[in-house]
């Protein structure tokens, strides 16, 4: 890939801007909008529902124009014309990065491997739409002729956070008598937890594997099998209350599921990007397969619009722009997800994996180690409740965090004057972390001398305020979408692979050398470090006396 040949840091743009921040690191956000009372307007941008305020950065037009003029050098055109395309972009491990082919409309054509891989999806999505359709209606019998109350998808990282962050975002579309919970930790209280209250005549498990080897989601697998055997007494209760999501067929039948249950995905879908593949069948479950095609449409749309619109006014385009701006030259660690939506609640920690899974990587492309910062951490809590927390960091504290606000212009559930105030909040975040308090401002108000300098507000902390018109499924297509296409921004700036993940597969490797040296009847022969063989013997003999 030519444009990760040259580190990043070493390109005419990247030092242009490096110059370009020493003029306006200084310039604060008061200064900027005194001087263009059409700013707010003006540094603005739209697309799939989503409006997009990105005027309280600490950007001027020569900033935006050099950020701009960095992703044309990185070739993000290129970038983003061969991920559509179906090359062969994941190059560690050799795969196509197809997330878009996955809510390509019927009829459209994307080729991997010589062969149109849409009709394919079409085909699952119709199944896993049948299947959905059977269970909601009740038609969808347990082994002893009960219908399915409760749905429990089994599965762990990507196979696990777009479900369950789908499944909190789009609750309010949910079928309300239908339970939906999610197994995803290796620690038996989770299984334990989610199950303790069901009938599991009543409850179907959804296996969420694409490799149906890892060991957490195989271990509960094995578990929740177990569970429904016992209770049902028979073995051929699996084939009534057990599907399987996976690529990988030979598994799913070595655990017992009929390969006519199982749902298939391709390997050209990341597991953090597969939450609108057949891993969503439990969303589809939950908010029906017309809600779910309005997500598709919504993920379509800005699809589409990262395709095809001009970087100045491509919302993704501007949001990785942003990102690298604060990361790579104001030196800023983290960035705040705060969306003033309770609905959106596990958001951020399904956008801590999309981020920071994908860009958390310390060598480009070519596999050089580079020299300058990669993906930054993001983290955050839904509005308002962070406002009573950690927000005082934010406004007050010696750390730049620019924070991603995300609302809605009309609420799911209509209370009074609740959101009024909710998002009279929102809008008021913002604006205090860009202009903040002078100490005059502060005195004026009657403030003491000596108390003047703890109420002071520096201000000039940047925001992005995304708003759109109510959490639909829809929109929130378009929002992961957003996040998705961002990621891809920043990684192609970075030049870095934003689709493998081996510090993943290390772990998954880690445990199993000393899985067997707990659980030896024997005292076992430890190589380890002597930290770890105490922790390892400490273990075993607190094991022994339990
Ligand atoms: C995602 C990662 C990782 C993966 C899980 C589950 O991009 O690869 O989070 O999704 O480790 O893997 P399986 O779906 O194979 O069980």
Same mark, same amino acid.
């Given at each position: 890939m030519a444009p990760s040949q040259k580190s990043v840091a070493e390109?005419?743009?990247?030092?242009?801007?490096? *110059?370009?921040? +020493?003029?306006?690191? /200084?310039i604060h956000l008061r200064e900027l909008f005194a001087a263009d009372n059409t700013r707010g307007e003006r540094m603005t941008a739209e697309a799939a529902g989503l409006y997009f305020d990105y005027s309280k950065h600490r950007v001027t037009d020569e900033t935006m124009k050099l950020l701009l003029a960095l992703a044309e050098a990185r070739g993000l055109r290129e970038r983003i014309d061969a991920m559509f395309r179906g090359d062969k972009i994941n190059a560690t491990e050799k795969r196509a990065v197809l997330h878009t082919a996955l809510r390509a409309p019927r009829g459209a054509s994307v080729v991997v491997d010589g062969q149109n891989v849409v009709p394919e999806v079409h085909a699952t999505l119709d199944r896993m739409a049948e299947f959905s359709r059977r269970v909601r209606d009740g038609e969808w019998k347990g082994h002893t002729g009960r219908r399915i109350r409760a749905v429990i998808n089994i599965g762990i990282g990507g196979s696990d956070l777009g479900p369950v962050m789908a499944? #909190?975002? !789009?609750?309010?579309y949910s079928m309300r008598d239908l339970t939906v919970r999610f197994v995803s930790n290796?620690?038996?209280?989770?299984?334990? #937890?989610a199950t303790r209250d069901l009938d599991a005549a009543e409850t179907l498990f959804i296996i969420s594997s694409k490799t149906f080897t890892t060991l957490e989601t195989m271990t509960n697998a094995h578990s929740a099998r177990d569970w429904s055997v016992r209770a049902l007494g028979d073995e051929k209760a699996v084939a009534r209350h057990f599907v399987a999501v996976s690529t990988n067929a030979a598994e799913v039948v070595k655990f017992g599921i009929d390969t006519a249950n199982m749902f298939g995905f391709w390997d050209w879908v990341g597991g953090r990007y597969s939450m609108d %593949?057949? $891993?969503?069948?439990?969303?589809? $479950?939950? $908010? /029906?397969? #017309? @809600?779910f095609t309005a997500m598709l449409e919504g993920f379509r749309a800005l699809d589409e619009h990262f395709r095809a619109a001009p970087f #100045?006014? @491509?919302?993704?385009?501007?949001?990785g722009l942003l990102a690298v701006w604060y990361n790579n030259f104001f030196g800023a660690e983290t960035v705040a997800v705060l969306p003033y939506e309770q609905y959106l609640k596990r958001f951020p920690a399904y956008l801590q994996q999309l981020t920071m899974e994908s860009n958390g990587k310390?060598?480009? !492309?070519?596999?050089?180690v580079v020299n300058y910062q990669t993906g930054p951490i993001f983290w955050g809590e839904p509005g308002t409740n962070g406002q009573h927390s950690f927000y005082q960091m934010i406004h007050q504290g010696t750390k730049l965090i620019p924070c991603d606000f995300i609302a809605f212009d009309e609420p799911l559930n209509p209370l009074g004057r609740h959101h009024d105030l909710l998002i009279a909040n929102v809008i008021a975040q913002g604006e205090a972390l860009a202009f903040g308090k002078t100490a005059e401002q502060v005195k004026a108000e009657g403030a003491p001398d000596w108390l003047a300098p703890h109420r002071t507000f520096e201000g000039n902390r940047p925001s992005t305020t995304i708003m759109a018109r109510? !959490? %639909?499924p829809a929109t929130l297509g378009a929002l992961v979408a957003l996040y998705e296409h961002s990621v891809f921004t920043q990684g192609s $700036?970075? /030049?870095? @692979?934003?689709?493998?993940?081996?510090?993943? +597969? !290390?772990? *998954?490797a880690l445990a199993q050398k000393i899985i067997p040296e707990l659980e030896a009847a024997n005292e076992p022969a430890l190589n380890h470090d002597s930290s770890t063989a105490a922790l390892i013997r400490r273990y075993r003999k607190a094991r022994r006396k339990a």
């Open positions: 390109t005419p743009a990247w030092q242009a801007l490096a *110059k370009h921040f +020493e003029q306006v690191r /200084g499944y #909190e975002a !789009l609750h309010h290796v620690d038996g209280t989770d299984f334990a #937890e %593949s057949a $891993i969503g069948l439990s969303t589809m $479950i939950a $908010i /029906g397969p #017309e @809600n #100045e006014r @491509n919302l993704p385009v501007l949001m310390h060598v480009t !492309l070519d596999g050089a109510r !959490l %639909s $700036i970075w /030049g870095v @692979n934003s689709f493998d993940q081996w510090g993943v +597969e !290390l772990g *998954k």
